[in-house]
């Protein structure tokens, strides 16, 4: 299990805890084996990564729960929302072409207000836009 | 006719003799005075902490894995805390296995150190 301890005022990830390390109350020899108590006494803090659908997220943002004593993450989501807007876009541009300029009505606007609202390329891709 | 060498029954037990220590969780006390070899079977997390060090010093521990996952920490010098060097080596508590650290204290607060074991 990762963990984070802040050298030099960053936030430094461990993938793997050190064999050896030189700690507040002595210098460990196998620093790896030691227990919680000593990680911890030491601030090398356990890495929660938070639930995230790696497709179209990605993690951002390390920081420090305070309350919980951990590190995590903050999901950000990656590309698939400019995809879902060019879909959106194109659903909206097909909508008014099917209606004509002049023939724009509240259907209409409300059709585009809904599919501003969907919020997955598939619901854009399936929306109805029959008036 | 006089004294032109200074044997190795003259000198003091700190450079000669060899002295076995106790397993403890609270602090095991290496005398440097007492003994250059001290050897120690693991049954505890061990915090070595040393007294009588003078500058120069060089130790011997000899630490047998007790085979319970135990932990070795190198702890105070003459009461205060210390700052070890690793040259290398890791300690390894497989029961009966021979870890033997070499340590040598440039000052009373520093020490470097290198861990061992037999080739197998």
């Given amino acids: ?131 | 006719m006089a004294l032109t060498k200074v044997t190795h029954n003259v000198l003091e037990s700190r450079y000669t003799g060899s002295s076995a220590l106790a397993s403890s969780s609270t602090g095991v006390t290496v005398d440097s005075s007492a003994a250059n070899v001290f050897t120690v079977t693991a049954g505890h997390n061990i915090t070595f902490n040393f007294t009588n060090i003078k500058i120069g010093d060089v130790k011997t521990i000899i630490v047998t894995g007790g085979g319970g996952s135990y932990t070795l920490t190198l702890g105070t010098i003459n009461g205060s805390s210390g700052t070890y060097n690793n040259l290398g080596g890791t300690y390894d508590d497989t029961s009966g296995t021979k870890n033997i650290i070499e340590i040598k204290f440039v000052s009373t607060s520093e020490a470097w150190y290198q861990i061992s074991k037999a080739a197998s």
């Fill in chain 1, 1 to 131: 299990m990762a963990r984070v301890k802040v050298i030099n005022g960053k936030p430094v990830v461990f993938n793997k805890l050190p064999e050896v390390w030189q700690g507040i109350n002595g210098h460990y020899l196998n620093f790896d084996k030691m227990s919680e108590d000593i990680w911890l006494e030491n601030e090398f803090f356990e890495l929660k990564l938070p639930e995230y659908n790696p497709e179209n997220q990605k993690l951002v943002n390390l920081y420090f729960n305070e309350i919980e004593k951990f590190y995590t993450y903050k999901v950000k989501d990656l590309e698939q929302i400019s995809e879902l807007d060019k879909e959106k876009n194109k659903k909206i541009a097909s909508l008014r072409e099917n209606s004509k300029i002049e023939t724009i009505t509240n259907s209409v606007l409300e059709k585009e207000i809904e599919i501003k609202k969907l919020d997955t390329i598939d619901k854009v891709k399936d929306f109805d836009i029959t008036i």
